[in-house]
């Protein structure tokens, strides 16, 4: 099992904290935000990671060296990052995309137990992540799901039919890898790829039926935009802190690879 995480983003919305710094790397509670993604994926048994990089990429290098110690957590530069939006650092991990992967996006956090969940449950050959609420707004990745299937993905659906968001999180087993990578080279061939998320690919597949979801309502988790999703980040990070320890997180360090549990175990 692979993991990748789309962490070529400056995240100009976090000025100033991202200005000489990839979102990525902004810290929440002793941890950057891709350390504790790797934690968690770590923990889930899913230590083959790659992180596609762009603003700044020389400073997620040096953070995989110098904290980690295993080949199979590795960075992937995209060169493109400041023409083209997420579909093409996507794209740029075609390669490792040739079995069962998860897909992450690098400013969302979760705790264990989201992730957990979409391995258990995930039957479909493409699954995606979701979480339901009362109210949308126009930033959020909205929704329209059908007994367990994705119908639409996309931030300017009818709010009359949006029934949930993503988050960020995907899972592609059997033949949904090949589907997906299929999918991805033929969307950066179309006018206008640069300007285009993953997701939108991800709509078109659904369209076709080829998509479920997995519904993690409840479970604690955030995408990190904003200067007033830090908080809310902060409390993610809580859970996950606490959900490691509780499981003898200290006793599993050296299977997550980690040179140093500090920030966890204090």
Request: proline share 2%; glycine share 6%; with cysteine.
């Given at each position: 099992?692979?993991?990748?995480?789309?962490?070529?983003?400056?995240?100009?919305?976090?000025?100033?904290?991202?200005?000489?710094?990839?979102?990525?790397?902004?810290?929440?509670?002793?941890?950057?935000?891709?350390?504790?993604?790797?934690?968690?994926?770590?923990?889930?048994?899913?230590?083959?990671?790659?992180?596609?990089?762009?603003?700044?990429?020389?400073?997620?290098?040096?953070?995989?060296?110098?904290?980690?110690?295993?080949?199979?957590?590795?960075?992937?530069?995209?060169?493109?990052?400041?023409?083209?939006?997420?579909?093409?650092?996507?794209?740029?991990?075609?390669?490792?995309?040739?079995?069962?992967?998860?897909?992450?996006?690098?400013?969302?956090?979760?705790?264990?137990?989201?992730?957990?969940?979409?391995?258990?449950?995930?039957?479909?050959?493409?699954?995606?992540?979701?979480?339901?609420?009362?109210?949308?707004?126009?930033?959020?990745?909205?929704?329209?799901?059908?007994?367990?299937?994705?119908?639409?993905?996309?931030?300017?659906?009818?709010?009359?039919?949006?029934?949930?968001?993503?988050?960020?999180?995907?899972?592609?087993?059997?033949h949904g890898p090949d589907i997906f990578?299929?999918?991805?080279?033929?969307?950066?061939?179309?006018?206008?790829?640069?300007?285009?998320?993953?997701?939108?690919?991800?709509?078109?597949?659904?369209?076709?039926?080829?998509?479920?979801?997995v519904d993690i309502t409840g479970l604690?988790?955030?995408?990190?935009?904003?200067?007033?999703?830090?908080?809310?980040?902060?409390?993610?990070v809580q859970v996950i802190k606490k959900?490691?320890?509780?499981?003898?997180?200290?006793?599993?360090?050296?299977?997550?690879?980690?040179?140093?549990?500090?920030?966890?175990?204090?």
């Open positions: 099992m692979k993991a990748i995480i789309l962490s070529a983003g400056q995240g100009r919305r976090l000025f100033p904290l991202t200005k000489r710094l990839p979102k990525c790397l902004v810290d929440i509670k002793g941890l950057s935000i891709l350390e504790w993604q790797l934690e968690v994926l770590c923990y889930c048994g899913i230590k083959d990671i790659v992180i596609v990089t762009g603003f700044q990429h020389e400073k997620i290098e040096a953070l995989v060296k110098n904290k980690y110690r295993s080949e199979k957590i590795r960075t992937l530069y995209n060169e493109d990052f400041n023409k083209a939006d997420n579909l093409f650092s996507c794209w740029k991990g075609r390669q490792d995309m040739k079995g069962d992967f998860i897909l992450l996006n690098g400013d969302t956090l979760f705790e264990p137990r989201v992730l957990l969940r979409l391995l258990e449950r995930a039957s479909a050959p493409i699954t995606i992540t979701i979480n339901t609420k009362d109210r949308y707004d126009a930033d959020d990745m909205k929704v329209i799901v059908e007994d367990s299937k994705l119908l639409r993905v996309g931030k300017d659906l009818s709010m009359e039919k949006v029934n949930g968001e993503s988050i960020g999180l995907s899972f592609f087993k059997k990578r299929q999918a991805l080279c033929n969307a950066v061939k179309r006018a206008g790829a640069e300007r285009r998320w993953y997701l939108s690919v991800i709509d078109e597949l659904a369209k076709e039926g080829k998509v479920h979801v604690f988790w955030c995408e990190i935009d904003f200067p007033r999703d830090l908080k809310t980040a902060e409390q993610v959900e490691l320890l509780l499981s003898d997180y200290e006793g599993q360090s050296q299977t997550c690879l980690r040179k140093q549990t500090a920030g966890l175990t204090k």
